[in-house]
T-cell receptor, first 117, second 112 residues
Framework: DAGVTQSPTHLIKTRGQQVTLRCSPK?????VSWYQQALGQGPQFIFQ???????QRGNFPDRFSGHQFPNYSSELNVNALLLGDSALYLC????????????????FGAGSRLTVL | GNSVTQMEGPVTLSEEAFLTINCTYT??????LFWYVQYPGEGLQLLLK?????DKGSNKGFEATYRKETTSFHLEKGSVQVSDSAVYFC???????????FGSGTKLNVKP
């Protein structure tokens, strides 16, 4: 059973360019969340997609946008790249509804490391 | 608001030593609490979780108890191994919200 897969694993861009990162969720999961992890820091929530709509958003500018497809896979797009966007971008999948006794658990991919020069 | 504070690392221990990594939180409502581990070059893996006060999560010899009175969720292991060297993240999610708040991580180095 494949877990969460992300592509590409590494990429280098220059300031002002645009980037698209891709994510396939774990089988059976319907919700995809994106996190940004700067070097030496914990992951920061960017947004979450469920039923092809953005459901929640963290404190990130509109340059960050996303999409979820009918097969639950997702893309993260970042426009007008800044040096500060250099980070590991993590995709995490989960089930939307886990019942009263459960706690939602995120399953993470290995990430896409973006370097902006 | 919601936030997680972890002890700063790195933490360096000898093999078979006792491990404690402190984690405290602030949250609205009654969150679920988690420990995730990140090995070099990899994403985060769930280590253990607790969904309500006084619950104890455990996995692979690691334990953490949800303490509502002290708003803490400290990670412990009785005897660490070299293979436990990694970065450990404490996290919370408000019930049913799916959005996770992570601490800044604590790097653990275990020497043979």
């Amino acid at each position: 059973d494949a877990g969460v897969t992300q592509s590409p694993t590494h990429l280098i861009k220059t300031r002002g360019q645009q980037v698209t990162l891709r994510c396939s969720p774990k089988s059976g999961h319907d919700t995809v969340s994106w996190y940004q992890q700067a070097l030496g820091q914990g992951p920061q929530f960017i947004f979450q997609y469920y039923e092809e709509e953005e459901r929640q958003r963290g404190n990130f500018p509109d340059r960050f946008s996303g999409h979820q497809f009918p097969n639950y896979s997702s893309e993260l797009n970042v426009n007008a790249l800044l040096l500060g966007d250099s980070a590991l971008y993590l995709c995490a999948s989960s089930r939307k509804f886990v019942g009263l006794s459960g706690a939602n658990v995120l399953t993470f991919g290995a990430g896409s490391r973006l370097t902006v020069l | 608001g919601n936030s997680v504070t972890q002890m700063e690392g790195p933490v360096t221990l000898s093999e078979e030593a006792f491990l404690t990594i402190n984690c405290t939180y602030t949250a609205t409502g009654y969150p679920s609490l988690f420990w995730y581990v990140q090995y070099p070059g990899e994403g985060l893996q769930l280590l253990l979780k607790a969904t309500k006060a006084d619950d104890k999560g455990s996995n692979k010899g690691f334990e953490a108890t949800y303490r509502k009175e002290t708003t803490s969720f400290h990670l412990e292991k009785g005897s660490v191994q070299v293979s436990d060297s990694a970065v450990y993240f404490c996290a919370l999610t408000p019930y049913n919200f799916n959005k996770f708040y992570f601490g800044s991580g604590t790097k653990l180095n275990v020497k043979p």
